[in-house]
C-alpha cells in the first residue's frame, strides 16, 4: 500500500509528484508543470512544459506573452491523460475562468489537488465538481467560523441601489483583473445594468478574452481621456489600488466600493476608505469548505494556503483526518489588492 507522500509531497519548488515527475502550480521555474488556474501566485512563466486547461494557458499568453513555456498540453475537462504512468484528470473548480482541480491517480490511490475553488454559481466559470477521492488537498483562505459570505447576486443588488440612490455620484469599483472583475461585470448584467460599465485599462485585454471565450460582458467603455468629473450614475471597474490613486480622481465625488471576501471585516473596508464594501469571493467561505469535506468524506485532509487551525480543529471535532501541508509562495489576490498594490503583476499600475 502506497503513502499519499509517495504519490504527492511538498517541496521548496511546489507541490511534486515523484513517480509523473512533474509539479502542480510550482513556484519556481521547473521542467513539467501542471496549473490549476490563471492567478499570478499559481501561474508563472518559465517552466519547460505546463499542462492546464485550454483557457488557463490562454490567461498565461496573455499576460506572460506567448512563450511562457517552452511546450503547452491543453486538457479539457474530464478528459484523462498521464504523465509518465500517473493519470491526471482536470475538473472544474468554480474559482475563475478555466481554473481546474488535479486529480492524480496511481496504483490505485486517488489524490485531488482543488488550487483554489467556491462551490457557488459564477456565471463567468463552470461550477465546482465534488470528485470522490481518499486525500483531497483544499486551500484555507476563509477557514474561519466568521467568513460565510452572502449570496453575491445581493452585494451586487446593493451597488445597484447605491447608483440609484446616488444618481450624481461616480461608482468606483475595485476587483482583481482576473475572475473578479468579470463576474462583477456579468452581475450587473443580470441585475438588469444594461448601460455601458467602464473599465481600467490594466481590465481591457483580460475582458476581452473572456468575451472570447463566449463570457458576453455586455457594452464595455474605457476610462482613457474622460474628462473631470465624468461619470455621475455611471459603474467604473479598476484594480483596487487604482480607486486610490490619481486615476479616480477625475471621477464626479465617487462611490469607492471594493469587491472582496475581505470586505467582510469591517477593519479592512475602513483601512482602504472604501464606502461601499461589497462581500464578493471567489474563495470558498468557511461553510462551503466544510460542506466540501463533509461531502467528500475523503480518507485524509491536506489544508494550505490559508487558515489552516480552524480547519483542522473541526476536522478533529468531526472524525475527519486532517493535517496542515505548509506549502509557500501563494497569496489571495483579494488579501494583497487590499494590503497594497500587487507586485510585478501590472494591474494596479497599468495607464487606464
Known sequence: MIRPEDLLHPTPAGLYCPPGDFYIDPVR?????????GHSDHARAGHGAVLATRQTLAIMAER??????????????????????????LAPAGHVLGSAQIEVRWKGLTMVVSGDYKRRRDPTCALFEPIPCHVFISEATFGLPVFNHPPAEEEVARLVRSLG????????????????????????????WDRPIYVHGAMERLNALYEREGVDLGPLRTTRDLPKGSLGGEVA??????????????????????????????ARARQRGVELPLVISDHADWTELTDTFT???????????????????????????????????YDDEDDEAVSGPAQGSGEATAAS
Do not use: C
Open 29 to 37: 521555474p521547473v521542467d513539467r508543470a501542471v496549473v490549476t488556474h
Open 64 to 89: 506572460y506573452g506567448v512563450d511562457f513555456t517552452a511546450r503547452e498540453q491543453a486538457v479539457e475537462y474530464g478528459e484523462r491523460t498521464s504523465l509518465n504512468g500517473v493519470d491526471l484528470r
Open 165 to 192: 440612490q446616488f444618481p450624481e455620484r461616480a461608482h468606483l469599483v475595485g476587483a482583481y483583473a482576473l475572475g473578479k472583475a468579470q463576474r462583477v461585470i456579468k452581475l450587473l448584467r443580470e441585475a438588469g
Open 237 to 266: 471597474i479598476a484594480p483596487p489600488s487604482a480607486i486610490q490613486d490619481r486615476w479616480a480622481r477625475r471621477f464626479a465625488d465617487p462611490v469607492t466600493a471594493f469587491a472582496s471576501g475581505w470586505m467582510g471585516v469591517r
Open 295 to 329: 461531502e467528500l468524506k475523503p480518507d485524509e485532509v491536506w489544508i494550505t494556503h490559508g487558515r489552516e487551525e480552524g480547519l483542522l480543529r473541526w476536522a478533529e471535532i468531526n472524525g475527519q483526518k486532517a493535517r496542515a501541508l505548509r506549502l509557500v509562495g
